[in-house]
């Protein structure tokens, strides 16, 4: 926990029910490891930089798809939390999201900053429709956050999301970096990292309270699906950047060669 006390004691944390379920999320955690969402060759090629300009304005504006409504989905759940010291801990993660009580530091307003220093205007995120695979996972997470059970709604937002973060976020702020180098606004990128891997802790430890054997089936069956649907926005993403952005290198070598008298 970052910015409050772990609600719980060390009692229930040494519980046979917490740690039984805590060696299935291990357990599981270990089986997903070589997911393909990790290390994806799409994220390979966009920190290598194969992609125009163009291109990582086309990543941004689509990843802001899914950083935008994610603290609605918080709260979602956090409506659904079972009992005080549950929802007491999606707070933590709640209040980083917020910018610890400073609207000018909150997540999604971070994001706007950043893509505002490269010339997308909020109109312009707006006015941007999100790629299928986007728009599914979007509505499959409030779907899991409203309608399913509260351990449901933690796994898509703990296991599969935040888990992905310290592999992934990497890639990205290296294509990002390659390409407008000090132009461009950090803060968001700035903001995650090691703290996700916290967050993700943290989700895991309200998960482990909050199920029990019976539900282990369905909880690896959302694992599964979010881990999946993460990996099919990269494989689109890759698609389309493929067909619309590659970067164009001008091979001085093969030039001077073409103008050489035979
Ligand atoms: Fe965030």
Redo the contacts with the bound molecule.
């Keep these: 926990m970052e910015n409050i006390q772990l609600p719980y004691s060390s009692d229930e944390l040494k519980s046979a029910s917490f740690q039984r379920n805590h060696q299935f999320l291990l357990d599981l955690e270990k089986r997903v490891e070589n997911h393909p969402v990790f290390d994806h060759p799409f994220l390979v090629k966009f920190a290598n930089s194969e992609y125009s300009e163009e291109g990582v304005l086309f990543v941004l504006k689509q990843f802001g798809k899914i950083?935008m409504p994610?603290t609605a989905a918080i709260c979602k759940l956090m409506g659904s939390a079972p009992d005080i010291k549950s929802r007491f801990m999606l707070m933590d993660n709640l209040y980083?999201?917020m910018g610890h009580n400073s609207l000018n530091n909150c997540?999604p307003v971070l994001y706007l900053k950043m893509l505002d220093s490269i010339g997308i205007s909020q109109r312009g995120l707006e006015k941007t429709e999100a790629i299928s695979s986007i728009r599914l996972l979007n509505n499959t997470i409030f779907d899991a956050v409203s309608n399913k059970s509260f351990a449901i709604g933690c796994s898509w937002l703990g296991f599969g999301g935040e888990l992905t973060i310290p592999n992934n976020f990497p890639y990205l702020i290296q294509g990002i970096k390659n390409c407008f180098g000090s132009d461009i606004d950090m803060g968001?990128w700035n903001?995650?990292g090691a703290r996700?891997q916290d967050h993700s802790d943290d989700a895991t430890t309200v998960l482990c309270m909050n199920t029990n054997e019976s539900e282990y089936k369905a909880l690896e069956n959302a694992v599964m699906d979010s881990l999946n649907l993460r990996s099919m926005i990269w494989s689109e993403l890759e698609k389309i950047c493929d067909e619309k952005y590659q970067a164009v290198f001008f091979n001085v070598t093969d030039k001077i060669a073409d103008k050489i008298p035979a």
């Design positions: 950083v994610f980083e999201e997540h968001f903001r995650h996700d």
